[in-house]
């Protein structure tokens, strides 16, 4: 006991190391062998070998440029629907909640509950071509008697923003719930309208939130994969598609492995340019 | 709270610690890397063949992976009734899994460990025969014990001796199946007779094909007046390639498949599908008016073809495929999955309790209709320069 | 001096009715969204619980044929449906226990003190939760085949660990910052060591986070597809069940299994609210 007394600068290292070595242990070092294997050639039948395979990086991006533009452009369309559905939902319950604020957020936070591939399906059984989704929109003239929603980029985007609202909303709630209503007040008491003192106190304010959710929700969306397989075609396949076909059927290690560790810069970059906008400390919560 | 000293820039006394730092960060990984495999992914298969000592004693219960509809079972496949009977006779229990759906995804599933000689906790498989030609060739598969495959002496004439496996020392047939056309002729309103009219505009988004190479392009390429079970003229490939390429640009093709054209099919998002005769047969509790059919310019087959990997128990194993090659039970299979038996004298027995099958052409084709079939040439299966234009169309 | 005068009354404005409703319009146009926005979210969620009802013609479960509740009765009636959702309950167990220990102590340094390494733990801790499943899956893979470590049940509790772990810290973390140390100080002027004061204070007060956390990591693992199915073999969880599934015909247990773990999460997670809503004294800000 006195030992840690005396050395109480090892008290934080102690708590530390198992959850520090585990991650290092399983998320870094992986992530070292991703580089590795991606600069190894082989096929199954003859084995793999490390062999500075730079042809890896670039035939990846020249053959599959298409995949990742497109992987970036749903997660974008994706991302600012889910801005758009998730602020003023967010904004209802956090500033009309009232006593109700937890149970609509529950509301939110349910569908996650039901696993991933489940709701998927679920959308496929829904936008089926002769559901009543479908019908409906025929119906008002939104889509042509030959039509479909299913197999189609709407329907892919449509199940990539339904997917990660949680993930644009949560953020959001949580930096709406903490504006201090007294400053509103101060802004309509100096004569603001209502539309003034949201533009010009409650929108700034929340902007930390937004960049959050935005940041949660795109980065995990442009790596999906499985909305584009069950509500896509060949001509919607993302980057995350290829990634998983060359991991999991062609074996064709040494290209899934670049292809992944392109995806992985991207995503870096985008985490370092948010990091220096936000700070470490605001990172982890 | 924020302790300011953490916002300065970094001294050179930090600099140097941070660096001594990620210097063991470098070298530690490459410790682990000794520990395992030299020089990147062990691909190799250990080069013996897997010996066992064929213990003469059944095991308790047995693993089998098949493809989807290809054994009898009830209506929302939750028994089987030959499997039960063979449990009856043997006191084995018979873990059936349909689990194969395409046999490169199948492949990518059981490579690394088999590529190590590890066990996949299966004792039979059963993927299409140029896929069981790969398997062997890289060692991971395991000699059948033929004393107890007695029935083996049934196996059909034209199936005893594969160039891939010639006296039958690893492999037993399935079921042979058929290639061609699966459609909905309400849906599509017509008869369809070649794979080109699946590239009519007024089908475009409500077809797919298959993502199976030797399937798709053969049907292309049978079309085209080209054998696909001889040598393969690149141009020849590289055009049947396009056509189906264009239709992907087109939007024409809805998806490529491997066995899960048959949901969209039965509900109706698909109305025309490459497909494989016996599937459509057994839709038919969710939409009757599923039809099958062979293009006129001829349709492709193969085998699909029960192995024993690494790891599999082979008396039992052995004694299940022993099981299935008596004609009474090969036809009880056969009546309900409709496609080709293997086993010789499944027809008569089919003609005293399904007679109506005996004349379906897709279950006992008569020779002439045979003559319409093509396997492709396993080697342009293989061919590493095929894989990766295929791989281009179908988007991977 | 004058008399008071009179308060006048104000005349009353004439407002249209027109103007009434754009009021009205405008003051409900919010609740009205946010029902809409509600009823989208649980939309799929309804077809699932309703198709469990359902009793499909024949393999494929996509309209409605009859109302029947025999999959509730069976629900582990296809085989290996039962297999796979114990293999996942073993997981989430393993993994939620394993990585609320871990994650919590992380949370307790990174709150409480400040050392060297700061920044850079809260990058570590931050990365896995930000970066898409699949870069995470792949990189475990190649980790694993490099190795030539087996790809089995123990692969998949430790990707599950993994990811889990930084979740943990930031629920658990969102606990403590909140947490008012005077109590801690009272115990320990009243005689207890630190340990003790952690274990008879501190940890009560944090249980809810620490539990809060454990959901929520339960919950990641039963649902993950993506790292699984990069690092299983030919284990199967129950989502890996329901994908191989989803090709040849997803029985309607699956619904049934599916609605099940809604329900017990739903029921946990109104629990811990209503639980909270006692505890809250009226009137104070919770």
Known sequence: MTFLHRHRWLTPYLL????????????????????????????????????????????????????????????????????????????????????????????????????YLIRTLAWQNILADDGFVLNALQFVGLVGDDGRILATSTAVIAGITYNFLPFMALPLYVSLEQIDTSLIEAAKDLYASSTKAFLRVTLPLSMPGVIAGTLLTFIPAAGDFINAELLGTPRQAMIGNVIQSKFLEITDYGQAAALSMILMVVILALIVAYTRLVGTERLAG | MTDPRFNDPLTRGQLLRRAAVGGTALTLPSLLAACGSGGGIEGQANTQPATTSVKKELAGEMTVSNWPFYIDQNDDATRFPTLEQFTKETGVKVNYLEDINSNEEFFGEIQAPLSRGQSIDRDIIVPTAWMAARLLNLGYLQKLDKSAIPNMANLEDSLKSPAWDPNRDYSMPWQSYITGLGYDPKKVGGELTAVSDLLDPSLKGKITMLDSMEDTVGLFLLEMGVDPSGEIDPSAYDEAVAKVQKAVDDGQIRKFTGNDYTGPLAKGDVWAAIAWSGDILILQPDNPNLKFTIPDAGGMTSVDTMLIPTGGDVFTASTFMNFFYDPEVAAKVTAYVQYISPVKGTKEVIEKTNPELVDDPLVFPTPEALENLYEFKPEAIENPDNQEKWQAVIGV | MTAAAEPRALPRRRVSPLTKAWAFVRRHTLTVFGILALAYLMLPIAIVVIFSFNDPAGRYNYTWEGFTTKHWAHPFGPPFLGDAVGTSIKVGVIATIVSVILGTLVALALVRYHFRGRGATNLLIFVPLTAPEIVLGASLLTLFLNLGTALGFWTIVIAHIMFCISFVVVTVRARLVGFDRHVEEAAMDLGANEYVTFYRITLPLIAPGILAGALLAFSLSIDDFVITSFNSGTTQTFPLYVWSQAQRGVPAEVNVIGTMIFAVAIVLMVANILFQWRRTPKGAVA
Request: charged share 10%; no cysteine.
């Open chain 1, 16 to 115: 530390l190391a198992p959850g520090v070595a585990f991650l290092i242990l399983f998320f870094v070092v992986p992530l070292y062998y991703l580089g590795y294997t991606s600069l190894q050639e082989g096929t199954v039948q003859v084995g793999y070998t490390f062999n500075w395979a730079w042809d890896n990086y670039s035939n990846a991006i020249s053959r599959y440029r298409e995949q990742f533009f497109r992987s970036l452009e749903y997660a974008g369309i994706a991302t600012l629907a889910a801005l758009l559905i998730s602020y003023p939902l967010t904004y209802w319950i956090a500033f009309r909640g009232g006593r109700w604020k937890n149970l609509l957020l529950l509301f939110i936070i349910a569908p996650f509950f039901v696993t």
